[in-house]
């Protein structure tokens, strides 16, 4: 097996090269993720499910965090009998990474004997570790809103001297910074306390599922487990409510095509009573609901509804003028509930035996036990929080700007948490002490360096895999949150034979057969050049892009699962779709007419 | 329509007629009644061949010489069979039933207008079915007059007598008296798209999809195999179509002038163009789950379009290969219903 697969096999990581004239950009990652020539003997694969683009230095902590709580959560906490946590390297800003399994059959049954005292508690005590869960992260949003706003005044204010606090403000910057690192990581402590376990068991029904109806679609067994009232929905949601308000309150005329959020607050504003009234509904959805960015929480430049209002008051006038034609507007969860019964009363009566029945009845009920976890965390994590986290490490960026180490707020993520601790530090001393901060002369250039340097590398196309294929894979993380299976691996293999293929292959998501125009919208920004009917090509999609579904015909992402916000709201449309094809935005031009075949994951270009 | 002891209506008939009518007959008939979609037909009763052969017996003996008969001798077999079903398919119908027989058929078709059938043997036990199947023809199709149709029900119940029926009952040492076999004579469909289909997947046996193989023209092509046909898997109780495997079906049987049918290479247009569309697939979806749960089990079905666009099922029996296969259960219910998830995590999947 292992001949065949060095035969076969992905390049290793040592043949990798840095792209010529941006090596002092690579050696800005931190020495733990560069690789060595050990990484050779082990199994890597690039995770371009999270990572779609090269990551500037500073968004490497969002897999460093990750990482680190998920492989705690793994080997320490829960104790997964086969595997450990997941080691990461990233080279021309690419992010590889490997599991760590546990092959010794000593081994697997101490920690199996673990795992049951540890997870089986979980459990089968979900609904109240999951209620507290909660609460840990309201409590954790409400720390990070709490941090102070960063000041460095001439003099430091009277009323601290009056009242001998004793120490300057200089102090407290550094002391912010870290209080913003230290909540971060603690938040994605949070994110994988319950994760594995509830994708576990989710994939145990799953599994079932597949094994007494080998050709059930993924999409209809995550139908039959997915949330009716979940947070994912909310925002989408917020929006119909707002749309129904604006009729209500007779204000709905404001929104007109080609006018800017600000316009339309600013007239709002300017129409009194009713106006005023629609502006206190926004606010009420803004908080938290508008909380979710473009992303998925890995990149700093994925901003939230929040901060950037177009993408909801884009989607105004569709609701507005769906509501106005008489279209119900609010989800009908009632009825989505009973489908979902329906649905499952349906196959288990599809069952050849009881025993079977009974089998079935015990998974679901966990599955259900376990699924508003996995639903819902991201909310709190990958978008209420990690926007509110980017946002601070931006006001960091703002005030190191105005004292002249680089031009923009945003150019603070070219620099790692490392050197922008030094860069604080460097300033509290030059505050401190009076004379000009030493940062003014050397990061500018190194902040140009690295952005070419980003800029280069997404021209790059980058293995899917590297070093030696494992004969098997069973690794129940690897497998439940990338979808690698061996036969992933052996379709990558032979995937540069056939490079004229006018098909691209992904998960089917979501049925349906459409012709049209595809539009690929490379950022979130792009999404006013959807036209009605046009074909959404884009990389990722996430709650906040719930509204542009109004309109399309089709949906085809380059990444995500059954399971990923693309399927679930596709289905809800009742479009086709495609997610996780990989390549789609680099393959498919922008107008270009393609099919997308939702029931069998396939796109063809059809000119 | 009046049935009688020689010719069996498929609204008379369902399978508990299965001795008198065999199992396709029955089958029709059972369908009929379910009220779903069938072209209207008859059975030539297994009375009528015992009559026809009867009135053989008393000229010269037939039973009694292949009794006479040993498996191991062929040479024998074989000139036997060549003499009893020359016999067979060239002696007279006796009077009484060859009335009966046009009667039937002129009912069927209308007088004059000789609309085509599909004449078939429908053999009563298992045995003769595995018996006769042996690579025989014994479907006989686009048969446009009456004469045509009484020709081709004696070749039916001559096939009995094919070299392999004969070995096969020596073999086992199976009464001749016991032998016999009706004949289904039915309204045939000029069919725009035919095919076949189950009641679960034929690849592995999943019950919640039906598998629907179809080409352009009789669904003879299908059956026989010489068209790769157009498949589509359908989800049962969602509706999703998960495959839709479009083949190159560069010809399709058509009738033929004059009876039976021709094969003609499929216009170009059409070879590579879906022989189905997603609303005719779901609805032979439906009517497969309606057959499926009147029979209590998973079907193969026969299945026919006509160029109005009718959807009507020539032919439905039990799926057999999956369904006689011992498995075991995908997983039984856990006293810790947390023991499940060891699957996920316990490794070795």
């Known amino acids: ?138 409590a954790l949003i409400q720390e990070a809103e709490a941090l102070p706003k960063l000041d460095l005044p001439e003099f430091e204010p009277l009323e601290h001297v009056h009242a001998g606090r004793g120490i300057a403000s200089n102090h407290y910057i550094l002391q912010t910074y870290q209080k913003t690192l230290e909540g971060y990581f603690r938040m994605w402590q949070h994110h994988f306390e319950f994760l594995l376990l509830g994708y576990g068991a989710y994939l145990t029904f799953f599994d079932f599922c597949k094994k007494a109806f080998p050709e059930i679609s993924d999409q209809t067994v995550a139908r039959m487990v997915a949330g009716i009232e979940a947070e994912i929905f909310r925002p989408d949601d917020e929006l119909r409510r707002l749309a129904k308000c604006a009729i209500e309150l007779g204000v709905d005329g404001q929104f007109r095509e080609g006018v800017s959020p600000d316009e339309i607050i600013k007239s709002m504003e300017r129409l009194g009573k009713p106006g005023v009234a629609w502006l206190k509904e926004l606010a009420a959805s803004r908080y938290p609901w508008f909380n979710i960015n473009v992303g998925d929480g890995f990149y700093h430049y994925h901003r939230s509804w929040n901060d950037d209002l177009s993408m909801p008051f884009a989607a105004l006038p569709g609701y507005i003028a769906n509501a106005k034609k008489g279209e119900r507007l609010e ?29 079935y009845d015990q998974m679901i009920e966990l599955a259900h036990r376990v699924f508003p976890y996995v639903e819902g965390h991201k909310f709190y994590c990958e978008h209420w929080y990690t926007n509110l986290f980017f946002n601070k490490i931006r006001e960091f960026g703002g005030l190191l700007a105005q004292h002249g180490f680089f031009p923009k707020a945003e150019d603070v993520f070219q620099l790692s948490h490392y050197e922008l601790e030094a860069a604080i530090v460097d300033l509290m001393t030059s505050w401190s002490n009076g004379s000009p901060p030493r940062g003014v002369s050397r990061w500018p250039a190194i902040v140009r360096q690295r952005k070419a340097a980003i800029a280069e590398w997404a021209k790059h196309e980058t293995a899917p895999a590297l070093g030696p294929v494992p004969d098997i894979i069973d690794d129940p993380a690897i497998v439940m949150l990338w979808g690698i299976t061996r036969e992933n691996l052996d379709a990558w293999l032979t995937a540069g034979e056939k490079p004229d293929s006018n098909e691209i292959r992904g998960f089917a998501a979501s049925n349906g057969v459409v012709e049209g125009v595809a539009r690929v919208v490379k950022s979130a920004e792009e999404i006013g050049r959807l036209r009605k009917g046009d074909i959404l090509v884009c990389q990722i999609t996430n709650p906040s892009w719930a509204p542009v ?58 000119e | 329509m009046h049935s009688s002891e020689n010719i069996g209506w498929f609204n008379d008939i369902g399978l508990a007629d299965r001795p008198t009518v065999g199992g396709k007959g029955g089958s029709l008939g059972e369908l009929t009644r379910a009220s779903i979609p069938v072209p209207p037909g008859f059975v030539v009763r ?96 686009w048969v446009t007059d009456a004469p045509a149709t009484l020709r081709y029900v004696r070749s039916c119940w001559a096939s009995l007598y094919s070299v392999p029926s004969i070995a096969y009952r020596r073999k086992y040492g199976l009464p001749e008296s016991g032998v016999a076999m009706a004949v289904v004579v039915q309204r045939m469909v000029n069919a725009r798209t035919a095919g076949v289909m189950f009641t679960r997947s034929p690849m592995t046996g999943d019950r919640s999809v039906v598998t629907i193989e179809g080409a352009w023209g009789l669904g003879s092509s299908v059956v026989s195999g010489e068209v790769t046909p157009d498949r589509f898997v359908i989800a049962k109780i969602t509706g999703e179509i998960s495959v839709r495997d479009v083949c190159d079906k560069h010809v399709q049987h058509l009738p033929a002038p004059g009876g039976g049918v021709r094969e003609v290479e499929t216009p170009e247009n059409l070879r590579k163009a879906p022989c189905l569309t997603d609303a005719e697939i779901t609805a032979l979806k439906d009517i497969a789950r309606k057959v499926e749960r009147h029979y209590g089990r998973p079907q193969d079905i026969e299945w026919a379009i006509d160029h109005s666009g009718e959807i009507l099922l020539l032919q439905s029996r039990p799926e057999t290969v999956w369904s006689s296969k011992d498995r075991s259960p995908v997983a039984k219910p856990a006293e810790n219903p947390l023991q499940h998830v060891m699957k996920i995590f316990g490794g070795r999947r």
């Open chain 1, 549 to 606: 579904f109004q309109n399309i015909s089709a949906a085809v992402s380059d990444i995500g699962g059954s399971m990923s916000h693309a399927a679930i709201v596709a289905r809800e449309y009742g479009l086709p779709a495609v997610v996780g094809t990989g390549t789609g935005t680099q393959k498919i031009k922008d107008g270009q007419r393609i099919r997308v075949d939702g029931g069998r994951g396939v796109v063809t270009l059809l």
């Open chain 1, 331 to 359: 989800r009908q969860t009632e009825k989505l509930m009973a489908e979902r019964k329906q649905l499952i009363a349906d196959y288990r009566e599809l069952l050849e035996t009881d025993e079977e029945r009974a089998a």
């Open chain 1, 1 to 138: 097996m292992r001949a065949t697969a060095e035969q076969k096999g992905f390049p290793l990581p040592s043949s990798l090269k840095v792209v010529p004239g941006t090596e002092a950009a690579q050696a800005a990652y931190p020495y733990y993720m560069q690789f060595a020539k050990e990484d050779d003997e082990r199994f890597w694969f690039y995770n371009s499910m999270h990572f779609p683009e090269p990551m500037c230095v500073f968004d490497m902590i969002t897999a460093e965090a990750a990482y680190c709580a998920l492989g705690s959560a793994n080997t320490r906490v829960h104790s997964l009998p086969t595997t450990l946590g997941i080691d990461c390297r990233i080279i021309n800003g690419r992010v590889y990474i490997g599991g760590n399994a546990v092959t010794d059959p000593a081994e697997i049954a101490k920690r199996t004997q673990e795992f049951q005292r540890r997870a089986f508690y979980y459990y089968a005590n979900w609904e109240r570790l999951f209620a507290q869960w909660k609460d840990k992260m309201m």
């Open chain 2, 46 to 141: 297994t009375a009528a061949f015992e009559r026809f052969l009867g009135a053989l017996e008393k000229e010269e003996a037939i039973r009694p010489k292949v009794e006479a008969l040993g498996s191991d001798q062929l040479d024998e077999i074989t000139a036997l069979s060549k003499y009893l079903r020359a016999r067979l398919e060239r002696a007279p119908l006796p009077d009484e039933l060859n009335a009966e027989l046009v009667a039937a058929h002129t009912e069927l078709c209308g007088a004059g207008l000789d609309s085509p059938v599909a004449v078939r043997s429908s053999a009563t036990t298992e045995d003769a079915e595995g018996a006769s199947f042996a690579g025989l023809q014994d479907t006989y199709l």
